[in-house]
């Protein structure tokens, strides 16, 4: 059996030796009593595009279980686009340290007295979309017959069901498997047929801001998010300001920014770099949904591997996305139209997102910078000559 999927070689070896410790809890496990399934808690506790990733398999749920209650624990980062998921009763919301903010996630002891409350909620199904031992406590914590999720992240002993997570696979795959696994463990008949994605339900007011915005614009209309969120996911703010200058020039594109509170100063500096010519600056400008809104009535949003660039998609905007250290394979758009821009490096992808090697710190990295102005413009130009088109149905502003 392959290992566990961790890349931190402290924090793997100490999840193995959990595991160890944990093996007699997996062999006094009894298989769980087959029963109707009337309320399910999906956990999906990580960030804006891991929630954002998960809508197709949540649809999935929704279609296995139509006559169960279906709820949702998030970090409360991610309660308001949790909200506007289709088929969602409750969104419980839970801030676990090894994914909030620093210093701003809740401690052991709360988190425990949290996923016991939910034991009387009775119910019958949990499944944790996120491979770690932690939030596999969690889930054992509720009491649940049926306990579904990954045992490559360590503690599949607290789970009735443990999957493997196929590395090469996307996380939005991943996610459907282990529902359908979820499914299969409680007998319920599941269509063999992939559900379309879940779109977002977006709130007037949201699409209101955003006619607010962008009123004034002319058609094409292109956002760029010039943050990439890490250090090691950063391209050249200069080069996005080139990327624009050659929209407007070439296709008579309307520039919007995006970006949050948190990246003004580079949105300042692309603006500035661009001169005179003419942008909407929403930085930090917006709430999260408000985001949404803005980015449904875009035509081409251009951006790193971002949360944003997975709002895109989850609002049906073509998306061009350029990817360094992460595997677009595992945690690209899915976007109805999307362009994803890479170079081939022997390091690339490496999976090194939040802590990159030595060599790659303090300037662009290599596998960011290897993408070029050129193949960006041409991505979007591609795009763009779609739009005449017929295209899916989109939520957006009419």
Request: proline content about 8%; some cysteine.
């Amino acid at each position: 059996m392959p290992g566990l999927q961790i890349h931190a070689t402290r924090e793997r070896a100490l999840v193995t030796a959990a595991d160890a410790m944990l093996r007699p809890l997996a062999w006094v496990r009894r298989p769980a009593p087959m029963r109707p399934v009337r309320r399910v808690l999906l956990l999906r506790l990580e960030r804006i595009g891991d929630l954002l990733m998960t809508r197709e398999a949540i649809a999935l749920a929704r279609a296995a279980w139509p006559d169960a209650q279906i709820d949702l624990a998030v970090g409360s980062w991610n309660a308001p686009l949790a909200r506007l998921i289709p088929g969602i009763a409750t969104v419980h919301t839970l801030d676990v340290p090894w994914l909030a903010r620093e210093g701003q996630g809740q401690g052991w002891p709360e988190l425990m007295r949290r996923a016991r409350a939910w034991k009387p909620l009775g119910y019958d199904v949990v499944l944790n979309f996120e491979p770690d031992i932690r939030s596999n406590a969690l889930a054992w914590l509720t009491g649940a017959p049926h306990r579904i999720g990954y045992w490559t992240g360590g503690g599949g002993a607290f789970l009735t069901h443990a999957a493997a997570f196929e590395a090469t696979a996307h996380v939005g795959v991943n996610a459907e498997r282990l529902v359908r696994a979820a499914a299969d463990a409680t007998g319920t008949e599941t269509n063999a047929a992939r559900p379309g994605p879940a779109h977002l339900q977006l709130p007037d007011a949201a699409r209101d801001r955003a006619r607010t915005l962008v009123s004034a614009l002319r058609r094409p209309i292109v956002g760029i998010h010039v943050s990439g969120g890490r250090e090691s996911k950063q391209w050249h703010l200069d080069r996005f300001a080139d990327v624009a200058r050659q929209l407007v020039r070439d296709h008579g594109a309307s520039i919007v920014l995006t970006g949050s509170e948190a990246d003004r100063a580079m949105v300042a500096h692309v603006t500035t770099a661009l001169g005179d010519v003419p942008v909407v600056n929403a930085a930090g400008a917006l709430t999260l949904v408000e985001l949404a809104g803005l980015l449904a009535a875009l035509d081409v949003f251009v951006t790193s591997d971002t949360g944003p660039m997975h709002l895109a998609s989850a609002v049906g905007t073509p998306v061009v996305a350029l990817f360094g250290p992460a595997d677009p394979r595992r945690y690209g758009p899915r976007a109805a139209r999307e362009r994803i821009l890479r170079v081939d490096l022997p390091c690339s992808p490496c999976g090194q997102v939040r802590l990159p090697p030595v060599r790659c710190r303090g300037h662009v990295p290599d596998c960011m910078d290897g993408i070029q102005v050129a193949a960006v413009v041409a991505a979007a130009a591609e795009l763009l000559e779609q739009l005449a088109q017929p295209q899916p149905t989109r939520i957006g502003v009419h």
